[in-house]
């Protein structure tokens, strides 16, 4: 089957600025890819040049085999767009927008009634169809946004930053339609956000943006694998023969006496289950391995034979914050 | 598109008010005073041309006319005058001939009320017979004078000792002279019509200032035509639509047929409101011509026109704020030039020639031809191409401005 979207060089310029640089991916039939980026890094830019909504500087690129400029309207019709601003009628019921959007596609008749029924139900909103989207909470109006993208059934779904400023329970229902659209309708949808546990949790693959370019792209696995785990082991004792040996361990990178680390230097969601109330004397032992999970029963495991208590465990595993980190010098959100 | 247009704009109270309402109040809150004017001495409008520039003589006859009060005379230049006579936009010119100033028991001049035949045969009997007094008034004057100067030219060529004049040769030779004026007057007044075929209408002043305002505001909706285009380009839902395989140009019709209904609504409405409203209010009722199809042309070009100059500010403005600042100050502005709220046959010349360039202007002699003056479709076609063609124009120019990114 040929790729859903082959994205091949595109720039878009604003002026002399390029908000995109030179932008290449491929995404496969059924595939939720992930935009990652901070502020500006042209998530968005993207996603109008592949909807038509911008002409693109120079590149290309094809939606389902049709060029986005010479096949406009066939590429148009393969692709449905969720943009990240709320674009809906406020005045106008749910079921009205809807139905206006259906009819843009061609939609009418028993047909567009039928779907936007369906779309109104994807999405839990079937109650309030007929309310008009400005009495809406800030959740039901995003849900509604994203019904508005789906009536024409589109292969290619863009979802730009679905989830931005709404209540958990809008955002469970946003990802729960998102799975059931790629997995019971094989919907492929590329989606943005600069949370990069959505993108952890929803993606088969990421590209990170920054500052119009791709600086990474893979799957979110090993995206993570290219950075190490750590360890941090409050111990009674730790001599240098015993960070020897926990070196030689394997599954463990590296083993150096730490400072004790204070609570307050570490990022919040970096910090974990952090040590509890450590006794006065005990040593610090950081410890970097490619995989955590079974670095850690290898050296719980040489701790106990040689009989060494621990005071303190904690595991900061590598994430794509990390990884975005690591990559740029900067951190997703500011 | 456009059934979406048409439900929003039904949510929007505020503009809903603003495009029918408003209108409503206006032609209310102008015509009653005329009204109260109309009830009381309403001096009849006389156009002037004068032939016989800077003769005292005629100055003096133009300000012997103002004076019976019962008319207002406005000079105006020739070539203007007969343009609007033939068009209709006068219904009666008083035309002071070359040689005025030379009257004299020699000569006899012509003063010609040329009319309209549209003009109501009452009034201009009226008009004649003060035209005709006013004229025989200064031709006895000036009869007197001459006949006095003729004794004067006697005196000087008889010979010193026959230079005795009594007082009965005076006498004599006045009352010979009112005799000579009533059997051969100096001024006669001759009346003509105008060559152009129309029928009698009976009108009132509601033929006039109901069109005028109806035009006003038609135009005045090419601002919520701006406002929405504008609005919706502003809005994420713009770009939905730009994603969608929907061509530009029927998104931008789709913008467009809405406010065309509502222009084409706007009209009827106001319409509606002078035949059926102002006469239990004691006002004239609007009488709609005799040239149905010629009406509903009108006002449906008079709506494109609107629409196209909606476009136009569209494509000129790039923020909601711009767009409704622009329209505000350009549809008021041209609303008054147009002759709107003042007719533009009363303007002076280089304003009517400034006039002549808003749509509103050829809207506007398009509803007097065919409701004040009973035209019909032959009557108003200029009009209609030139109010087509200014439409067409702002449309294009709108288009080719606007920026759909
Ligand atoms: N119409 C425009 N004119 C000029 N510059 C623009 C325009 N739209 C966007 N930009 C710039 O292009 C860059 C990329 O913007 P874009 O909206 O694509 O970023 P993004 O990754 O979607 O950001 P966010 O996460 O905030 O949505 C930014 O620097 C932005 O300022
Ligand atoms: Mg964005």
Known sequence: MPPILEVSDLVRKYGDFAAVDGVSFTMQEGEVFGLLGPNGAGKTTVISVLTGVLPPTSGTARIGGHDIVREQAAAKRLNGLVPQDLALYPTLSARDNLEFFGRIYGLSGAELRGRVDAMLDLVGLEDRADDPIERYSGGMKRRANIAAGLLHQPRLLFLDEPTVGVDPQSRHHIFESVRRLNQERGMSILYTSHYMEEVELLCDRVAIMDQGRIIAIDTVKSLVSMLAGVIHVGLRKADEELLRALAALPTVNSAVDAPRPLRSSLPDDEAGDGPVAPPADYQMVKLEAGDVQRSLVDVIALLGQKGIEIVSLQVLEPNLENVFLHLTGKRLRE | ????????????????????????????????????????????????????????????????????????????????????????????????????????????????????????????????????????????????????????????????????????????????QMENSRSRPLVSVSETQALRAGRELEFGATNLTVPGFAVLFVFLTAQSTALSIVQEKRAGTFRRILASPLSRSSLLLGKLIPNFILCLLQVVFVFAVAILVLPLLGLDRLSLGYDPFALLLTTVLVALCSTGLGLFIAGIAQTPTQAGALSSVVLWVLGALGGAFYPTFLMSGPLQTISSLTPHAWALRAYNTLLVYGGGLADVLPELAILAGIGVAFAAIGTWRFSFE
């Open chain 2, 1 to 176: 598109m456009a059934l979406k247009d048409i439900k929003i704009l039904l949510r929007d109270r505020g503009s809903l008010v603003m495009s029918f309402v408003v209108p409503v109040a206006f032609i209310l809150a102008l015509s009653l005073p005329t009204l109260a004017a109309s009830s009381g001495s309403d001096a009849i409008l006389i156009p002037l041309v004068n032939r016989a520039q800077g003769d005292p003589l005629a100055d003096e006859f133009i300000a012997a006319l103002g004076d019976t009060g019962g008319l207002d005379v406005q000079v105006i230049e020739a070539e203007r005058a007969n343009a609007l006579l033939r068009e209709g936009d006068i219904r009666w010119l008083v035309e002071l001939p070359e040689d005025f100033g030379r009257m004299g028991l020699d000569h006899q001049v012509t003063v010609r009320l040329i009319a309209h035949p549209d003009a109501r045969p009452t009034t201009l009997e009226s008009i004649e017979r003060v035209l005709t007094g006013v004229a025989k008034g200064m031709a006895v004057n000036h009869q007197l004078l001459a006949a006095f100067e003729q004794l004067d030219v006697m005196m000087d060529a008889a010979p010193a000792e026959y230079r005795v004049f009594t007082s009965e040769t005076y006498i004599a030779q006045a009352r010979s």
